[in-house]
């Protein structure tokens, strides 16, 4: 991993392109570097001028008497190779490339060039196609965005130029704090990856927050240490919206369930929206809980309802202890308050009333977290129940989470304003502020559970031969038979199954396996769907029945399809249970990837699957199990309730195949409260 600390820790800063025209991008990064208050030296750079805005010019890079910490390229296409290698001559530590029209618009070769002289000269390379970076601590805006940027504990890292410029303003107009904002365009170097992981050792950073529009090198995606709590915004979730992102970026989307199956791996927090990541990305700044019980202070029943459902939605445990609450809470309300949870100190309580609820919450360990509604009223001033929430945040020693929300007018905007600029999440609105506060519980779950290095466990060498032999005769598909011994030799549980040539084949396996009642199936290479040709038959209950319906079978399709190849037959224990499916897909970012979901008829109607990378554990396969949102059929429907621990086997064992697959499809995987059994797969092989 490249150094950035001369990137974002500068003592001499270039901008190639400075220029005193204010129509030119130059001239704005040289602008914000000057304005913004950099205390380092200054170094315009244009073969035309002596002094731009006030500053003395240099012809070139090499007329710079010192060496320089980070250059900022902002001049047209055909030059910047040219400058990329007088910054190597020149040892240069990073580079900031804002010019466009590299692999964005097909020209990759030209941006392979670039990558190639950071490499040999060891140069972090940022973009090409970004607006620049700043870093506030060092009080460092190399950007042609915005001048002003409101400081604070985030790292914002953008892949959109445009999309980050508009965001600076924005989190400027809320108070929204970044301790730096980095632009990473076409990521020919410099990546998230590097960013997060260098962020991850910065004082200055207590949060992440990343754009992404898709990702360049998955397997390295998939490395990043998440050691601070770390949101991203991925958008592209949409068919036409990956294609948008795609094009735009120059990279591939993959499939969106397999980046959401990554980002929970590593440890990632997915919003769905702007308003929603940045409120997250504040909230995260606060201390995590120690337990789940949550306890609601109002002064109003309605939001105080509406913020109970929403906790119930969100997952959020309500503190419920009438008699504890009531022996606790009582002395802070009137007579007609109510200690239920939430606790409703009520209008007639003013602020003093907020200040003891608050004190007491703060102060009994048996409160966990926090949420703090008010409804304005005429006698009380909103921003005096803010500093008292304040008060008693910083009185107990920020101890534990707390979040805000407050509905009102004007004076009620102004002490949400006073409560995020402490870094305490206030919103106007009660699902932001549980959004808010449901995350902080995300992360703590994160953070518990540690992540350990996987190593993917090899198939047993009987798998190599029976896909070896399957090649040799020109197959890309494994027969029924032969996909059904491969998923046992993994691991994967199966039904009792058989593979028989004769009607008296049959029966012995059927009768030495006890595998009655049992289905049969033809076994051809040539005959795609069995159901067509009358090549299934259910249900089959003895032995006479077996070789009957084996003969019977044998002489139909014989005479319908007289040229297929006819092997034999495929017997399979009947089995009954909830219908799961598991597969395999290969996505052209992350590489193998494991589906879970319901299966039959409704993975095509409900498309309700999670995914992860391989490879992963079985605590992982277990959150996947928990992430669907059929998940309440898999703990008991109409009598019958998923085998959780024989899924997690068979989302373990079928990582193995994966080096050697193109896709799998067990479906269904049945499972009962005895255990789960894949009834049928089909594996398609690399």
């Given amino acids: 991993m490249k150094n950035l600390d001369r990137a974002f820790n500068p003592k001499r800063v270039a901008v190639i392109g400075a220029s005193s025209d204010p129509s030119k991008i130059g001239h704005q990064v040289i602008k914000n570097i000057i304005e913004g208050g950099y205390q380092g030296e200054i170094i315009p750079v244009n073969p035309k001028a002596d002094v731009i805005l006030g500053v003395k010019a240099y012809k070139s890079l090499n007329d710079v008497p010192e060496g320089v910490d980070l250059v900022i390229i902002a001049i047209p296409a055909p030059l910047v190779v040219g400058a990329m290698e007088e910054c190597a001559r020149r040892k240069v530590g990073a580079v900031a490339v804002i010019t466009s029209g590299f692999a964005e618009v097909g020209k990759t070769q030209e941006e392979l060039k670039l990558k190639k002289i950071a490499d040999d000269h060891d140069i972090a390379l940022f973009g090409p196609n970004i607006f620049g970076l700043a870093y506030p601590p060092e009080k460092l805006n190399a950007s042609f965005g915005p001048k002003d940027i409101y400081p604070g504990k985030i790292a914002f890292i953008t892949q959109s130029g445009a999309l980050g410029i508009g965001l600076m303003g924005w989190t400027a107009m809320k108070k929204i704090g970044l301790a730096a904002l980095v632009s990473i365009g076409n990521k020919a170097d410099i990546d998230e990856t590097d960013l997060i992981e260098y962020f991850n050792k910065d004082e200055n950073v207590n949060v992440q927050l990343l754009y992404m529009e898709g990702v360049k090198n998955g397997p390295k995606f998939l490395q990043t240490k998440i050691e601070k709590p770390t949101v991203v915004l991925k958008v592209g979730r949409s068919t036409r919206g990956a294609q948008a992102a795609a094009s735009h970026t120059g990279s591939l989307s993959g499939s969106d369930k397999i980046y959401d199956g990554a980002f929970k791996q590593i440890g990632l927090l997915r919003a769905s929206t702007f ?83 608050l004190k007491i919450a703060f102060a009994e360990d048996r409160v966990k977290s926090i949420i703090v509604l008010y409804c304005e009223t005429a006698v009380t001033d909103p921003m005096d129940i803010a500093v008292a929430v304040n008060e008693a945040f910083e009185g107990a020693g920020r101890n534990k989470p ?60 009987q798998v190599n031969k029976i896909m070896d032999a399957a090649q040799a005769q020109g197959r890309k598909i494994l027969m029924e038979h032969e996909a059904r011994q491969v998923m046992e030799l993994c691991g994967v549980p199966t039904p009792k199954w058989g593979f028989a040539r004769s009607g008296d084949e049959a029966v012995r396996i059927a009768e030495s396996k006890q595998m009655y009642p049992l289905a049969m199936k033809i076994a051809s290479p040539d005959i795609v769907h069995k159901s067509d040709v009358g090549g299934v038959v259910l249900n089959i209950r003895d032995g006479k029945e077996l070789k009957d319906r084996y003969e019977a079978m044998m002489a139909r399709i014989k005479k319908d399809c007289p040229k297929a190849d006819l092997q034999g037959v495929n017997l399979i224990q009947m089995v009954s249970g909830i219908e799961c499916i598991v597969g395999i897909s290969t996505d052209p970012q992350f590489g193998p990837a494991v589906m879970f979901g319901l299966g039959g008829v409704f993975v095509e109607a409900l498309k309700d699957v999670t995914f992860r990378v391989v490879p992963f554990d079985a605590d992982e396969a277990g959150r996947m199990i928990s992430e669907i949102k059929a998940k309440k059929i898999l703990d008991g429907f109409r009598g019958m309730k998923a085998h959780k621990d024989s899924i997690i086997k068979t989302l373990v064992a079928v990582q193995k195949l994966s080096p050697l697959v193109k896709e799998i499809d067990i479906n269904p995987l049945l499972t009962n409260h005895n255990g789960s059994y894949a009834v049928d797969a089909r594996i398609v092989l690399k």
Avoid at 409 to 437: F, H, M, Q
């Fill in 402 to 461: 707390v979040v805000v929300a407050m509905v009102g007018g004007e004076r009620t905007r102004e002490a949400l304003v006073y409560l995020n600029e402490k870094l305490i999440p206030a919103s106007s609105l009660v699902d932001i502020s549980v959004s808010a506060l449901a995350i902080i519980y995300s992360w703590a779950q994160i953070k518990a559970r540690g992540r350990s290095r996987l190593v993917l466990e090899k198939p047993p060498a």
């Fill in 275 to 357: 308003i929603e990541a940045f409120s997250w990305a504040r909230a995260l700044s606060q201390p995590l809980p120690k337990g789940e019980d949550t306890l609601i202070i109002t002064n109003g029943g309605g939001i105080g309802v509406a913020t109970t459902d929403e906790c119930e939605a969100q997952g959020i445990k309500i503190l419920d202890d009438p008699a504890w609450l009531e022996a606790k809470f009582r002395p802070t309300m009137p007579d007609y308050g109510s200690t239920k949870n939430p606790i409703d100190v009520t209008g007639g309580a003013g602020v003093d009333g907020y200040r003891k609820a």
